[in-house]
């Protein structure tokens, strides 16, 4: 299938001129996994991970960017359809089951709500740590863990074009409001940014924001124009991977340019902060044309992703990836490490090796390139930067530092950690020497 270009290019034949979003969930995932040959208890069991994990999709992403003929193997397709092992064999059993012999839907449910109490659906103290709090009491769908930082999380934007199946805000998606982190309350955020001059900038995120209208968007951007304390508002956003037509061909694509216009005239930064996974989300012309409007709107684009086994875990994967979007004229910024929820055991690499593919890919890229920091882990007290395996008074060490933490005075100051080959997060490492890990790290 052929995409258009943009709102001012002509429609290519075999493709309607304005594409209309259409939103493929778990309730066509028998369908979809049947077709690419899977069948009988295969089935089921990929349709008991989803009643874990949470499923939606969209045409673009099934009908542009998954080759079929390489399913399962394709890496889109992992990226975004469940997978029979991303979980317990034994749970992924017992729902099946369920399934099979037709079981109550909320019996169904309880099952899966006992499997992701286990998946620490919100990881390094997202809620107990990180939710401020303003005259006494909690602000709901704001999290200000780096002195500089404020996230925001806008009601309206807590879903997405598609989701990942890495995902480490799965638990924004299945529906318990115990897990669900949104607020519509502009004002308590400007509020606590009057309280809080230190604060520079604030990064919507969800969910995605740019699932939201522009009209609702502008409800939360154009109020924290006023605020002479920020420099920069930064979006965290998939649609340039999953729907990129947002920026060029939606019905309110030209409203959402014109407000990324008013906020870089406001003589503050927009910096869109793009999540592409894999080259083959950068190869169609429609995302091609969003990036050059977006660009053309003032707005910044910087990338990241984590390092996923099954997707992404080749050096030629990211040095291809990080100059695709520096030719874009895109700005590469993190590879991080997958976190420690949901299907991690699934996706996770060694920190080993994910130092060395970081190296591998980095040392084969131009120096604009060479913006993108990592291998990244963001745990409870920072962003753990992996900066290699090193021989330190004789004894092999990993080399680490923050480049955030709840500290800042521990920024940038490097700090060393016991090498074990097997260790995926920073919790299975133990401090090397005598001096342990940098106050309040975990």
């Not at 990226?79 to 019996?107: N, S, Y």
């Not at 003589?267 to 592409?276: E, P, R």
């Amino acid at each position: 299938m052929t995409v258009v270009q943009g709102s001012s290019d002509p429609a290519v034949p075999g493709f309607p001129a304005a594409p209309v979003f259409s939103a493929v969930t778990a309730g066509r995932l028998a369908e979809l996994v049947g077709a690419a040959g899977f069948t009988g208890s295969q089935v089921t069991a990929i349709r008991a991970v989803a009643e874990v994990l949470p499923f939606r999709t969209n045409r673009y992403v099934v009908e542009e960017l998954i080759d079929w003929s390489a399913v399962p193997d394709d890496p889109i397709y992992r990226l975004v359809f469940p997978q029979e092992d991303m979980l317990p064999a034994g749970d992924v059993a017992r729902i099946a089951d369920l399934l099979t012999r037709g079981a109550a839907p909320k019996e169904v449910a309880a099952a899966a709500n006992a499997v992701r109490r286990r998946l620490n659906p919100h990881p390094a103290g997202q809620l107990e740590l990180n939710v401020p709090r303003h005259a006494g009491a909690p602000l709901p769908g704001m999290q200000h863990k780096y002195r500089e930082t404020v996230l925001f999380f806008p009601k309206q934007g807590q879903t997405c074009h598609s989701y990942c199946t890495y995902c480490f805000r799965w638990a924004q998606f299945v529906g318990d409001a115990d897990l669900k982190m949104a607020s519509g309350d502009i004002g308590q955020l400007k509020r606590y940014l009057a309280d809080h001059p230190e604060v520079s900038n604030v990064l919507f995120t969800g969910g995605d924001p740019m699932i939201m209208r522009a009209g609702v968007l502008r409800r939360y951007v154009e109020p924290l124009l006023e605020l002479d304390q920020l420099e920069s508002l930064r979006i965290g956003t998939k649609a340039l991977s999953y729907w990129p037509y947002k920026f060029t061909t939606d019905p309110d694509a030209d409203d959402m340019l014109r407000l990324f216009e008013e906020v870089s005239r406001s003589g503050k930064d927009l910096s869109v902060m793009a999540h592409f996974s894999h080259p083959r989300e950068l190869r169609t012309p429609v995302v091609e044309q969003a990036v050059r409007r977006l660009r053309g709107a003032g707005a910044s684009i910087r990338t990241q992703a984590p390092l996923m086994r099954y997707i992404n875990d080749d050096p030629a994967v990211w040095s291809a990836m990080w100059s695709r979007q520096v030719s874009m004229g895109m700005v590469p910024y993190y590879m991080f490490v997958e976190r420690d929820t949901g299907p991690q055991e699934y996706f996770k690499v060694s920190l080993a090796d994910a130092h060395d593919i970081f190296r591998r890919a980095y040392r084969d890229v131009s120096g604009l390139c060479r913006t993108v920091r990592g291998p990244s882990m963001s745990t409870t007290s920072g962003k753990v930067c992996v900066d290699g395996v090193v021989d330190v008074a004789g004894e092999k060490v990993f080399a680490l530092h923050y480049i955030q933490c709840r500290d800042a005075d521990a920024v940038g100051r490097p700090f060393y950690a016991k090498f074990d080959p097997a260790a995926a997060w920073f919790s299975e490492l133990v401090p090397a020497f005598d001096g342990g890990f940098p106050a309040g790290a975990a």
